[in-house]
């Protein structure tokens, strides 16, 4: 009979058992893009259907008003954000530059419920931007007409 050692290692860290790595890089999961491992900027957005609007929220810190564009074509309205910082630092012996891009771009596509023409309503604060997009008044139904035949 032979024993064998029993690892505990694997059940307290599971980020380093080889069966869960093997889970999340198969070809077939549903994760088919790097989604762990992007370096890619993107923010945590909520969409809520109210009565008379739809209010689209963007959860971007950092960013100021003026980095932001908005724009609505074709019932696509896209959201993008672009930051650049470049600092030089020199002194008598040494010379520091850093710099750090950020940006994002996000497209969704509008319900047909979605009013084009009325004014979208942007507000950026403590880090989340806001987007209110009223809704099409309903179309009043006609009631139904009877023709007298002659």
């Given at each position: 009979m032979s024993l064998i050692k029993f690892n505990n290692r694997n059940r307290l860290f599971p980020w380093n058992n080889t069966q869960l790595k093997?889970?999340?890089s198969s070809d077939d999961f549903f994760f088919n893009d790097n989604?762990?491992?992007g370096?890619?900027?993107m923010p945590a957005m909520n969409v809520k259907e109210?009565?008379?609007e739809f209010e689209v929220e963007f959860a971007a810190p950092g960013f100021k008003k003026s980095d932001f564009e908005v724009t609505l074509e074709d019932n696509m309205l896209n959201v993008s954000a672009k930051?650049?910082?470049e600092k030089e630092e020199e002194k008598e012996d040494y010379m520091r530059?850093?710099?750090s891009y950020n940006a994002?771009?996000?497209s969704l596509r509008l319900?047909?419920?979605v009013d084009n023409a009325a004014d979208i309503k942007a507000v950026y604060n403590e880090g989340i931007l806001k987007l209110n997009l009223l809704k099409k008044e309903p179309s009043k139904e006609t009631p139904k007409k009877v023709i007298e035949v002659i």
């Open positions: 093997d889970f999340f989604f762990f491992e370096d890619s900027l109210l009565e008379g930051k650049e910082m530059r850093e710099f994002f771009k996000r319900p047909e419920t």
